[in-house]
């Protein structure tokens, strides 16, 4: 412990007590979005019970995957030989 006539002191109060405040907004806010919080758990609530009643959905990140695996591996043999075609040189007209 600091003795209390110490900077250290004045310091460590300063930012328990600016922590405190912090705190204490932070709380004043989550009450006052207390309903909009609650809508968001009631939303959260019905997209899981969506998803488990329509478990197929699941495979659409997996397909828009493989749509794009393509476009990838173009873009990657379009950089390799773009890389090894060597160092590029103007040549005038």
Known sequence: ????????????????IVAGIITLLYVVF???NWTNIAIGADIMSA?????????????????CYLICLPIVAWYAATNVFMYSTGEPKFVKG
Do not use: Q
């Open 1 to 16: 412990m600091y003795p209390p006539d110490s900077e250290d002191y004045k310091y460590a109060m300063v930012g328990g």
């Open 30 to 32: 989550l009450c006052c």
């Open 47 to 63: 997209a899981g019970e969506f998803l488990s009643s329509n478990s197929r959905i699941a495979f659409v990140p997996i397909i």
